[in-house]
């Protein structure tokens, strides 16, 4: 059993389809829906965490690309630069999975790269634009 953090690109005229209850059926896949948008130009986001066995999960993916879908790669694409970083704490409240946490002690900002779904919120907040993505 494997789980991973996903996000999803739909193009507009995919937003009204039942594709992702479609490939959660046929591959035996549990899903959770972590954040759900539609952008202004009509495209719908999707940042679900999947589960399930990883060949199935593979197919699940490759159904997806081959059905219009456009799926970003994830944690390794944001990262933080630290010489930038003044941990002014803006960011904390913005990420959705908890991704920065607030070392008490020290008053530094901690970063877990592992937890980070590279739904980008983050980018935008951080007053010293020290967040980016690497594609
Ligand atoms: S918002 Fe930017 S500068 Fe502030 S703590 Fe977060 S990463 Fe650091
Ligand atoms: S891109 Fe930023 S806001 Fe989004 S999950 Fe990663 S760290 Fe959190």
Redesign the pocket.
């Known amino acids: 059993m494997i789980s991973r953090r996903v996000v999803l690109h739909f193009p507009s005229e995919l937003i009204d389809q039942p594709i992702i209850s479609n490939t959660v059926k046929r591959y035996n896949l549990e899903f959770n829906i972590l954040k759900a948008s539609i952008t202004p130009e009509e495209e719908g986001l999707l940042i679900l965490e999947l589960k399930g066995d990883q060949k199935e999960y593979d197919k699940g993916i490759n159904f997806l690309l081959k059905a219009g879908v456009k799926i970003q790669s994830l944690s390794q694409d944001v990262i ?1 630069n630290e010489e ?9 409240t913005v990420c959705p999975t908890g991704a ?1 946490k607030l070392d008490p002690k020290t008053r530094y ?1 901690l ?1 877990d790269n592992e937890k980070c779904i590279a739904c980008g919120l ?1 980018i935008p ?7 980016e993505v690497h594609f």
Do not use: D, I, K
């Open positions: 933080r930038r970083c003044t941990n002014c704490g803006a960011c904390v920065f900002v970063f983050c907040a951080c007053p010293p634009r020290a967040m």
